[in-house]
Protein backbone atom coordinates (compact mmCIF):
# COMPACT_ATOMS: atom_id res chain seq x y z
CA UNK A 1 0.00 0.00 0.00
CA UNK A 2 1.42 3.24 -0.80
CA UNK A 3 0.51 7.11 1.49
CA UNK A 4 0.65 9.90 -0.31
CA UNK A 5 0.91 12.74 2.06
CA UNK A 6 -2.10 13.58 3.18
CA UNK A 7 -2.14 10.19 4.83
CA UNK A 8 -5.15 8.73 2.75
CA UNK A 9 -3.66 4.91 1.83
CA UNK A 10 -3.73 4.54 -2.33
CA UNK A 11 -5.32 1.20 -3.28
CA UNK A 12 -4.83 -0.55 -6.50
CA UNK A 13 -8.39 -1.05 -7.11
CA UNK A 14 -8.82 3.00 -6.22
CA UNK A 15 -10.35 5.10 -8.80
CA UNK A 16 -7.89 7.91 -8.04
CA UNK A 17 -4.49 6.89 -9.41
CA UNK A 18 -1.28 9.12 -9.17
CA UNK A 19 -0.26 11.61 -12.02
CA UNK A 20 3.27 10.47 -13.36
CA UNK A 21 5.77 12.82 -13.75
CA UNK A 22 5.78 11.33 -17.38
CA UNK A 23 2.43 12.60 -18.32
CA UNK A 24 3.42 16.14 -17.40
CA UNK A 25 7.28 15.85 -19.02
CA UNK A 26 6.52 13.92 -22.06
CA UNK A 27 5.07 16.58 -24.11
CA UNK A 28 7.98 18.96 -23.10
CA UNK A 29 10.80 16.63 -23.47
CA UNK A 30 9.72 15.52 -26.85
CA UNK A 31 9.63 19.30 -28.31
CA UNK A 32 12.72 19.73 -26.26
CA UNK A 33 14.62 16.69 -28.58
CA UNK A 34 12.71 17.85 -31.32
CA UNK A 35 14.44 21.43 -31.06
CA UNK A 36 17.97 19.68 -30.47
CA UNK A 37 17.82 17.64 -32.96
CA UNK A 38 16.74 20.63 -35.40
CA UNK A 39 19.68 22.51 -34.21
CA UNK A 40 22.21 20.18 -34.29
CA UNK A 41 21.02 19.93 -38.30
CA UNK A 42 21.55 23.70 -38.66
CA UNK A 43 24.73 23.96 -36.92
CA UNK A 44 26.45 21.19 -39.03
CA UNK A 45 24.90 23.05 -42.08
CA UNK A 46 26.27 25.79 -40.80
CA UNK A 47 29.65 24.46 -40.14
CA UNK A 48 29.64 22.61 -43.76
CA UNK A 49 29.25 25.75 -45.96
CA UNK A 50 30.29 28.36 -43.55
CA UNK A 51 28.06 30.54 -42.49
CA UNK A 52 28.25 33.91 -41.01
CA UNK A 53 24.98 33.21 -39.21
CA UNK A 54 23.71 35.79 -36.48
CA UNK A 55 20.37 34.16 -36.03
CA UNK A 56 18.86 32.47 -32.95
CA UNK A 57 17.85 29.55 -34.35
CA UNK A 58 17.17 27.29 -31.39
CA UNK A 59 15.08 30.30 -29.47
CA UNK A 60 12.97 30.48 -32.92
CA UNK A 61 12.91 26.48 -32.71
CA UNK A 62 11.66 26.68 -29.30
CA UNK A 63 8.97 29.49 -30.08
CA UNK A 64 7.48 26.84 -33.04
CA UNK A 65 8.60 29.07 -35.69
CA UNK A 66 8.86 26.51 -39.06
CA UNK A 67 12.62 26.77 -40.52
CA UNK A 68 13.20 25.92 -44.06
CA UNK A 69 16.32 26.35 -45.77
CA UNK A 70 16.75 26.38 -49.85
CA UNK A 71 19.67 26.35 -52.33
CA UNK A 72 20.43 29.14 -54.60
CA UNK A 73 17.88 27.71 -57.06
CA UNK A 74 15.60 27.98 -54.24
CA UNK A 75 15.52 24.16 -54.05
CA UNK A 76 14.12 22.88 -50.33
CA UNK A 77 17.70 21.25 -48.91
CA UNK A 78 16.14 21.11 -44.92
CA UNK A 79 13.04 21.83 -43.10
CA UNK A 80 12.34 22.15 -39.52
CA UNK A 81 10.31 18.96 -37.56
CA UNK A 82 7.25 21.60 -37.50
CA UNK A 83 7.17 22.04 -40.98
CA UNK A 84 5.46 18.38 -41.45
CA UNK A 85 2.65 19.77 -38.27
CA UNK A 86 2.07 23.27 -40.38
CA UNK A 87 1.90 21.82 -43.84
CA UNK A 88 1.39 17.88 -43.62
CA UNK A 89 4.10 17.36 -45.45
CA UNK A 90 6.84 14.41 -44.22
CA UNK A 91 10.48 16.15 -45.16
CA UNK A 92 11.29 13.34 -47.28
CA UNK A 93 8.47 14.76 -49.62
CA UNK A 94 9.79 18.60 -50.02
CA UNK A 95 13.43 18.27 -49.88
CA UNK A 96 14.55 19.11 -53.53
CA UNK A 97 11.29 21.15 -54.28
CA UNK A 98 10.29 24.76 -54.34
CA UNK A 99 8.71 26.33 -51.26
CA UNK A 100 6.03 27.52 -54.19
CA UNK A 101 4.44 24.23 -54.36
CA UNK A 102 2.64 24.70 -51.16
CA UNK A 103 1.14 28.25 -53.12
CA UNK A 104 -2.46 27.96 -55.01
CA UNK A 105 -4.53 29.66 -56.73
CA UNK A 106 -5.91 32.29 -54.19
CA UNK A 107 -1.77 33.06 -52.92
CA UNK A 108 -1.79 36.71 -54.01
CA UNK A 109 0.85 36.70 -57.08
CA UNK A 110 1.73 40.86 -55.39
CA UNK A 111 3.41 38.70 -52.79
CA UNK A 112 5.10 36.49 -54.87
CA UNK A 113 6.24 38.87 -56.84
CA UNK A 114 7.67 40.92 -53.96
CA UNK A 115 9.55 37.70 -52.98
CA UNK A 116 10.98 37.01 -56.51
CA UNK A 117 12.07 40.59 -56.86
CA UNK A 118 13.90 41.01 -53.14
CA UNK A 119 15.32 37.49 -53.66
CA UNK A 120 17.00 38.28 -56.63
CA UNK A 121 18.30 41.41 -55.32
CA UNK A 122 20.08 39.57 -52.24
CA UNK A 123 17.48 41.66 -49.86
CA UNK A 124 15.40 40.00 -46.87
CA UNK A 125 11.65 39.57 -47.34
CA UNK A 126 8.81 39.33 -45.14
CA UNK A 127 5.01 39.08 -45.91
CA UNK A 128 2.28 37.12 -44.92
CA UNK A 129 1.07 34.81 -47.81
CA UNK A 130 -1.95 32.14 -48.51
CA UNK A 131 -0.56 28.44 -48.51
CA UNK A 132 -2.17 25.03 -48.66
CA UNK A 133 -1.68 21.52 -46.79
CA UNK A 134 -0.95 18.68 -48.69
CA UNK A 135 -4.84 18.01 -47.79
CA UNK A 136 -6.11 21.28 -49.82
CA UNK A 137 -6.71 23.42 -46.54
CA UNK A 138 -5.63 26.94 -46.93
CA UNK A 139 -4.14 28.64 -44.00
CA UNK A 140 -2.02 32.33 -43.65
CA UNK A 141 1.82 32.22 -43.07
CA UNK A 142 4.06 35.17 -41.97
CA UNK A 143 7.21 34.30 -43.55
CA UNK A 144 10.55 36.22 -43.28
CA UNK A 145 13.22 34.90 -45.91
CA UNK A 146 16.69 35.61 -45.55
CA UNK A 147 19.56 35.21 -47.49
CA UNK A 148 22.50 33.30 -46.13
CA UNK A 149 26.28 34.32 -46.71
CA UNK A 150 29.30 32.15 -45.94
CA UNK A 151 32.80 33.71 -43.93
CA UNK A 152 33.48 34.84 -47.32
CA UNK A 153 30.50 36.98 -47.93
CA UNK A 154 29.52 34.72 -50.88
CA UNK A 155 25.63 33.69 -50.97
CA UNK A 156 25.00 30.20 -50.34
CA UNK A 157 21.23 29.66 -49.29
CA UNK A 158 18.12 31.24 -48.46
CA UNK A 159 16.31 30.58 -44.97
CA UNK A 160 12.66 31.14 -44.36
CA UNK A 161 11.46 31.96 -40.85
CA UNK A 162 7.49 30.64 -40.95
CA UNK A 163 4.33 31.09 -38.51
CA UNK A 164 0.83 29.88 -39.12
CA UNK A 165 -1.16 33.52 -38.32
CA UNK A 166 -5.01 34.09 -37.99
CA UNK A 167 -5.53 36.07 -41.66
Known sequence: MFHFPSSKPFHKNSSIAPLLSWDFAHPLLQKQIEVGEDY????????????????ETKQLLRNN?????TDLSQEIVWVSKQFETMTHYPKNEVIGR?????????????????????LSNV????????????????????VTILPIHNTDGLLT?????EKEVDC
Open 40 to 55: KSISTLSERFQWDLEL
Open 65 to 69: YILVI
Open 98 to 118: KPTFLQGEKTSTKSLHLIREK
Open 157 to 161: HFMAI
Open 123 to 142: EQVATKLLNYRKNGEAYWCQ
